[in-house]
Structure formats: C-alpha cells, structure tokens
C-alpha cells in the first residue's frame, strides 16, 4: 500500500504557473505508474497526465500537451506537474494516482485502473 500527499495548489492569474507536488510513502515508488486527473465541479474524473516508472515513457491529454510537465524523482519519492500558461478552465481538483507499472513503457490514461489516490489539491485560475 502507498499512501500519497499532494500540494502546491492555490489560487492562480489566467496565463500563471504553479507546480504541483505528490509525495509517496514507502519504497516502492520507483516499481509504480503514476499519473495526475483532475475534477472539476459537476464533471467526472478526467486524464492529465501519466508516466511510467522510470520517467522515460509520458503521456498528456491534448487539453494540457504543450503547457503542463510531468516529472519524477524516485529518490525523493515525489511525484510532480508543472503547469504552465494556465486557462480558467484548467480550474478543479487535482489529484496523483499510482498502480504498479506493468514494465510496457504505457500508463493508462483511465482512473479506474489506478489502485491508489491522494487527497486532491484544488487550483483556480481566475480570469
């Protein structure tokens, strides 16, 4: 079991950055596909983006391709995204995922297949 904190949400200008952060507990992190979605009120779950143990395989949905980064430190057992050029609809909860990574180089963009969630940290953008 891996437990997972995220931080670095806030209250954003439309065009502005922020970086967010998923701390996992244990030793493992560097065998686990990780993964951000996001939620926005009244909407299902939705795919930002993934990648894979070693960080060489990522993956973005098209709203984000371009403007966020996913990245890991499997030392610091830290998940993170960037997130650049921010748009108000990029406004929801945002949350990591973790699932042990199959080895293929792919990560799976539904949530369904992610065992292992943290608590959401919320990111407005303002207009």
């Known amino acids: 079991q891996v437990q997972l904190v995220e931080s670095g949400g806030g209250l954003v200008q439309a065009g502005g950055s922020l970086r967010l952060s998923c701390a996992a507990s244990?030793?493992?992190?560097?065998?686990?596909?990780m993964g951000w979605f996001r939620q926005a009120p009244g909407q299902e779950r939705e795919f930002v983006a993934t990648i894979n143990w070693s960080g060489g395989s990522t993956y973005y949905a098209d709203s984000v391709k371009g403007r966020f980064t996913i990245s890991r430190d499997n030392v610091k057992n830290t998940l993170y995204l960037q997130m650049t050029s921010l748009k108000p609809e990029d406004t929801a909860v945002y949350y990591c995922?973790?699932?042990?990574?199959?080895?293929?180089?792919?990560?799976?963009?539904?949530?369904?297949?992610?065992?292992?969630w943290g608590q959401g940290t919320q990111v407005t953008v303002s207009s």
């Open positions: 995922a973790a699932d042990w990574d199959r080895g293929t180089g792919y990560t799976s963009p539904r949530p369904i297949d992610y065992r292992w």
């Open positions: 244990g030793r493992t992190f560097s065998s686990y596909a």
